[in-house]
């Protein structure tokens, strides 16, 4: 005997062994739901602190805005507004790259730094090489992703198009910057760190370069702790309106703040959603096999209480079992996770460009894992653990009452003639214990609707992409001005090599409100027969352009709470700033974003403009594709060039990676929770049934067909379960989608039938691994033993 344990613990200690098998299986799922939980919190939270204490120590600005042109003097303004702290005024442009060693047109973003120092807010922590030198107006510092992407290092020249001027630019430095996190290029969707960079180049040499000498054209600002920012970015609005201030915005605005916080909003929707599945199961199973558990050990009950055990001593023992089982759960869990959250936050690490991003201990998501695990198995073992309890002596020392065979509509289907008797067997005892039925059919359809939930976000990446890419943009290539030109400039680009067709397209900054609402968007104007830039309804319809009113996305539309026949009021924020009440003529399907729309026509007329583009969408002969790319790249007027198979390619080449990665940790967790029912429930019955199959031996059955009396009644619930794990999945993914919609994109509820499919094969597969393993147990049943056992 073990000094310091009970009787009781050492009955528990023999249980958990002599039940190993089925306790490995419980405490599997148990591990996986935790290190869902860990990984998605531990990698939120490291993604959290490491981004705040990057914006704390390089001073990333709280309020950003855009003008056209300002004077310098127009800073101190800024600066008399109650609340702010900081004021710095830059220069920032788009210019055109040519690359050694690639052929399609690159972008880079040239922000403006101080002449001498360093900048005040949206510091550079710098990798390697020094600042440019105030009197060398051709040295810059490039981000250290656009470097690594394309082999650049200090000393290196890289050609660009500045202010339709070509320049051979010398990098002096590579670094990043709080800013440019998620650093995205003019039409891009995910960052492609070949084709768009970020550079930094001293003040006055952009000035020179693009004629703004003694003006800014962005400013960026911090406000003092407790400053209502609405109010500032109001009043911010005033001062620069008169320059061309397209509005000002916050920090939860910024681009590539919007897209970690967006990434850190699905996280915590992981850690509620996917582990509640894994956790329920675990109860249902634990919950079964205490049930089992008590029927067996009856006798042994009312020799305990007999004994002198009370009520609460005999409830905690068969808790304790429970906890036991979970304990162990809990611990591989954290190991799990740290594997998982490691993983996934190496992933990160070449997606967000966060210095020192390295996983950390999150001790809340370790406590939250423990409590919710140890919580899900006291809930599923309470009823059975109480029930072991209310036994008196006297009835627990008495075998369990018989089952009730009362066949009652069932022998009709008994008694078919075709039914051989393992089939019959094998119905009757599905139908006698509908309650453990229901619960292996439960784990069964819940392994499906979890691998459904989420193996659809790549079926939802897929439509994405054919939307994107090719129902909505029949482009090969989009432009993008520096300034909004007349409706000639179009007219110039269809007469550059390669190209067939050029459609103007003009994109305007917005504040659209309704009611109490008011959202700050981009009103996107394109012809009335536009064919290379469509839109799409909700069932898949393209939707023309109206000759009046706006058509807004269904995400926008929900964030002012309006449909088709309100009307919107649209404080433009360009040009002559006109107010306008639009009727809302459509809502169409936008995966991401919170677009708006507009005719071009009625966008110039409310304007009070001649025919104006910002931009416009180019269709090119694929033979010639190369002569455009060279003839556009030193036009003037050209802030950026984005061909489409480019994006397309990138698109792919960065979820790759990601895609096999998550697959896997999807089909694991999922197979295993297949696997852990499946089991279980094998050796449930094989323990209950071991008599029975023993006889049958004797009887003269051979082991394929006690096998198949075993295994039978398994592969019915998983054929039913699998339908209606189908069905729970599309729900599921419905859930998820939802819950993780952010301004920046939603995920369309996409579930192909290959995915149907891919998740009943690996549930089919791992119950066929699981179940082999106990029919391995049928085979080496000793047949005199199990014949003597008394049950």
Known sequence: MVKGLSPLDIKLLRDIWHMRGQVIAVGIIVACGVAIMVMALGTLSTLSASRDAYYERYRFADVFASVRRAPENIASRLHEISGVQTVETRIVRLVILRIQNVEEPANAQIVSLPDEGESILNRIVLFQGRYPEPRSPDEIIISNAFAEANRLDTGDAIEAVMN????????????????????????????????????????????????????????????????????????????????????????????????????????????????????????????????????????????????????????????????????????????????????????????????????????????????????????????????????????AMQPAPPVNYHQGWLRYILQMRWLDEPT????????????????????????????????????????????????????DAAVTFFEARNEAAVSELSRLPGVMTAEGVRDVPARLVSGYRSERVSITGLPSDAQLRRVLSADG????????????????????????????????????????????????????????????TAMNALLDQPPTVSGAYLKLDPRRQKEFEDSVIERPGIAGVSLRAAAIASFEETLQETIYIMMGIYAVIGGAIAAGVVYNAARISLTERGRELASLRVLGFTNNEVGYILLGELAIVALIGIPLGCIGGVALAHLIATAMATELYRIPVTVNASTLGIAALIVLLSSTIAALFVVRRVRSLDLIAVLKTRE
């Not at 009370?310 to 304790?320: D, F, M, V």
């Not at 139908?431 to 439960?442: G, M, Y």
């Not at 992409?465 to 482009?475: I, W």
């Open 164 to 395: 339709g001027r070509l320049r051979s630019l010398t990098i002096v430095g590579i670094g990043d910057s709080p800013e440019f996190i998620y650093a995205l290029g003019p039409g891009t969707l995910l960052p492609d760190d070949r084709l768009f960079g970020i550079f930094w180049m001293r003040r006055r040499a952009m000035e020179a370069a693009f004629d703004l000498d003694g003006a800014f054209n962005n400013v960026s600002l911090t406000v003092a702790p407790g400053t209502d920012t609405d109010t500032v970015i109001d009043l911010a609005d005033d001062v620069l309106a008169p320059y061309g201030g397209t509005g000002a915005f916050d920090r939860s605005d910024q681009l590539s703040n919007a897209f970690v916080d967006s990434e850190m909003n699905q996280l915590k929707t992981m850690a509620q959603i996917i582990p509640a599945v894994f956790l329920i199961v675990s109860a249902v199973l634990i919950h079964s096999i205490l049930n089992r558990l008590i029927q067996t050990e009856r006798q042994q009950i009312g020799l305990i209480k007999a004994f002198g055990y009370s009520r609460s001593e005999i409830t905690w023992h068969y808790l304790k079992f429970a906890i036991a089982i979970t304990a162990g759960g809990v611990i591989a869990g954290f190991a799990l996770g740290f594997v998982l959250q490691n993983l996934i936050t190496n992933l990160y690490a070449e997606t967000f460009r966060i210095p020192d991003l390295t996983w950390r201990v999150d001790g809340f998501a370790l406590v939250a894992g423990a409590i919710a695990a140890l919580g899900s198995a006291i809930a599923g073992s309470m009823s059975a653990s109480l029930g072991a309890a209310r036994l008196s002596p006297a009835e």
């Open 541 to 600: 319809r393209y939707v023309d352009m109206p000759s009046a009113g706006i058509v807004l996305s269904s995400q926008l539309a929900g964030m002012l709470d309006v449909t088709t026949g309100d009307t919107v009021t649209a404080h433009i924020l360009d040009a002559t700033r006109p107010v306008a009440d639009l009727p809302v003529t459509a809502i169409i399907d936008e995966a991401v974003g919170t677009p708006a729309f507009m005719d071009l």
């Open 424 to 475: 019959r067997l094998i119905l009757r005892h599905i139908f006698r214990f509908p309650a453990r039925t229901a619960a292996n059919l439960f784990g069964i359809a819940a392994a499906v609707t979890l691998l459904i939930g989420t193996l659809f976000s790549f079926d939802a990446i897929d439509d994405m992409m054919d939307q994107m890419f090719f129902r909505t943009n029949a482009h």
